[in-house]
């Protein structure tokens, strides 16, 4: 199949194009920078020159592909929403009628569940969402009516060493000496190892159904007080307990995500595509794997 992957030069589409590689795939990548150029193609990947703005180039590879897979994001670019919607726009105009479109979400689009397991019929709502564009691309992939649109929410990805927010925790905790949790710490977050991740891709891509929107995330939540003390013990720095005045003091709008608890159900994968995560577990992966 041939593919055409946004992100492959970062952390999750570099190892989503990984994997299809070796699945035998023929797969071209998005690389804005020479330095992106290198990383894709070490991955054995094709560099298609050019960034999410540059909108004829990516009608053109889409034009050129069976499939797209979009994984490029920049949680800290405050253009990032328009970025994506121009870059959507002009990926599933290219992409033939019949192709396939997997489109990268995340487990933050949801609401709060206070600690009850989340499923993907859960209602969103882009005005009570943490990330907000992202609901909106995902209802932009799935109804464009000639593609086969799918939607992956990713939980918290960690291994190999990566993750924004965990590498965030870590120079953190190096800095300061503390890693911080927030009350008792007791919210639960669900997580998946990024080959785990990359592996439902692939079952995706190769068994492609119209709609389909799929939690990724293994086994249960992980209490935030507990990823908290696996990076200390990492760092040598201590885990503390703050306020929520405390961190939205210090973190900002960041601290009511990090207080959030919605646990993701993850059956749905399971069922459809035979996914079984098989990756180290996230606490065990910060205290003796990857992340060592």
């Known amino acids: 199949m041939r593919i055409f992957i946004t992100g492959a030069s970062g952390y999750v589409g570099g190892v989503v194009a990984e994997h299809l590689v070796k699945a035998g795939h023929d797969v071209a990548a998005l690389a804005r920078s020479g330095g992106a150029r290198e990383r894709v193609e070490a991955l054995g990947a094709k560099a298609v020159p050019g960034g999410l703005e540059d909108h004829e180039t990516l009608r053109t590879a889409a034009a050129g592909a069976d499939a797209v897979v979009h994984a490029a994001v920049d949680y800290l670019h405050p253009g990032m929403g328009e970025m994506e919607d121009g870059a959507l726009r002009a990926m599933l105009d290219g992409l033939n009628a019949g192709g396939t479109f997997v489109y990268t979400s995340t487990g933050l689009v949801y609401p709060d569940g206070e ?9 969103l709502d882009p005005a009570a969402s943490p990330q907000p564009y992202k609901v909106l691309g995902e209802r932009q992939v799935l109804a464009a009516g000639h593609v086969t649109g799918a939607v992956v929410r990713a939980a918290l990805v960690y291994g190999r060493g990566g993750s924004g927010l965990l590498q965030g925790l870590i120079a953190g905790g190096r800095q300061s000496g503390t890693v911080p949790y927030i009350g008792d710490g ?52 201590r885990a503390v307990s703050l306020t929520i005045e405390q961190a939205e003091q210090a973190m900002g709008p960041f601290a009511a995500v990090l207080a959030r608890s919605a646990p993701m159900d993850s059956s749905r994968a399971r069922r459809l595509f035979g996914w079984e995560p098989t990756g180290p577990g996230l606490l065990d992966d910060l205290a003796a794997g990857s992340y060592r």
């Open 186 to 237: 007791a919210n639960a977050w669900s997580s998946v190892h990024v080959d785990d991740l990359a592996a439902l891709y692939a079952a995706i891509l190769e068994r492609p159904s119209p709609g389909t929107v799929v939690n990724a995330a293994a086994g249960e939540g992980t209490p935030f007080r507990r990823i908290a003390e696996a990076v200390a013990g990492l760092t040598g720095a």
């Open 115 to 123: 600690g009850v397991a989340v499923d993907e019929e859960r209602p």
